[in-house]
């Protein structure tokens, strides 16, 4: 079983890697908790990368969309907070 806490953890060790100037999105992160079942953990994905933009850890990558907008379809970038 994959918890919240098990994204969250995956989403910021990714942002530590790519750091202010990459990005990734939820697929990758996905990838990176269960390579086989990832597309099951997408929504999951998205819903605790809009918790950690709320907190100000992430931020989505820049576009004309609100925030909400931008999580409720996959992929999107993804990038850490400076």
Do not use: Y
Not at 18 to 31: K, N, Q, Y
Not at 35 to 52: C, D, G, P
């Amino acid at each position: 079983m994959i918890f919240a806490e098990d994204i969250r953890r995956t989403i910021l060790k990714l942002a530590d890697e790519c750091g202010s100037d990459g990005t990734f999105g939820p697929p990758e992160v996905a990838r990176a908790i269960d390579a086989k079942n990832w597309q099951q953990l997408l929504e999951q994905v998205n819903l605790v990368a809009h918790v950690l933009i709320n907190e100000g850890k992430i931020i989505p990558k820049k576009s004309e969309k609100t925030v909400h907008e931008q999580f409720a379809k996959a992929p999107m970038g993804i990038k850490k907070a400076q």
